[in-house]
């Protein structure tokens, strides 16, 4: 099945308040295990920078996680940002900064960042490369990577049997965004034709029947 591609940036209200009041303790949580697995540093006190942030779940659940961080979250959806700062505990906010800028044009606090982590944010862009791009821009050497985002089902019927199967209790305008997400997502090979264009070497993991873990160190 082709790619079919979704607007790029939820800006429309009644999309970022569902998406924002969604229910993704399941996914988000797997993510910020991971996450967790692989920095392996709970006092880490560096700059992460979160990639498509959008509401700020995982913006929150990092700077909870790592409390000595600071984390720069840049979404180009000001509704979403709005979300975010509605949504922001006063305790976090003097280390957690939400960013409005589109990737890959958006100039950030700083040059580099020993964290980089997104979520979701791939499946939304036209140009992949956007996002390598601006992994590529803002790493340095021993930057890590934490990327996931959906992998895109082998066929309309399965796409539709993942919105039952997952998102069958919540509102139809959330069901019907994640049955666009899966079909502009990309494929586990697409992803790693991607990643050789972009000359980034990192790992590429199917962790669900949907979801796909990209890992790394830049070196
Ligand atoms: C599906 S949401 C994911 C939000 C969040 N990371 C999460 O996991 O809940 C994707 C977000 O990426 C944003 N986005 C899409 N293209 C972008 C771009 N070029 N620059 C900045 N943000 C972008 C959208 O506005 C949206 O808020």
């Not at 600071?70 to 975010?84: C, E, K, R, Y």
């Not at 066929?155 to 899966?182: C, G, W």
């Not at 990309?186 to 034709?193: A, N, P, R, V």
């Not at 972009?198 to 949907?210: C, G, P, T, V």
Request: aromatic share 8%; net charge negative.
């Amino acid at each position: 099945m082709k790619r079919i591609l979704e607007p790029e940036l939820m800006v429309d209200e009644h999309q970022v308040k569902a998406y924002a009041q969604a229910d993704f303790e399941t996914p988000h949580q797997d993510f910020m295990r991971r996450l967790s697995t692989l920095i392996n540093e709970p006092d880490f006190s560096g700059t992460a920078l979160d990639l498509g942030c959008g509401p700020g779940d995982i913006s929150f659940r990092f700077a909870k996680s790592f409390p000595l961080s600071t984390t720069h979250a840049v979404d180009g959806s000001q509704p979403m940002l709005n979300a975010a700062l509605a949504a922001l505990n006063p305790d976090l906010a003097p280390r957690l900064h939400f960013i409005h800028g589109l990737l890959p044009h958006v100039i950030l606090p700083q040059s580099n960042y020993e964290i980089i982590f997104s979520n979701s944010l791939l499946h939304h862009l036209p140009e992949p490369q956007v996002l390598w791009q601006t992994v590529k821009n803002y790493a340095r050497p021993g930057t890590r990577i934490i990327i996931m985002d959906l992998l895109r089902p082998a066929n309309l019927a399965l796409a539709q049997k993942m919105v039952q199967d997952y998102t069958a209790n919540e509102p139809e305008i959330l069901q019907r965004d994640f049955y666009h997400s899966l079909l502009a997502a990309f494929s586990l090979e697409e992803i790693s034709t991607q990643l050789v264009e972009a000359d980034l070497k990192l790992h590429l993991e199917q962790i669900s029947d949907r979801h796909v873990f990209i890992t790394g160190v830049i070196r």
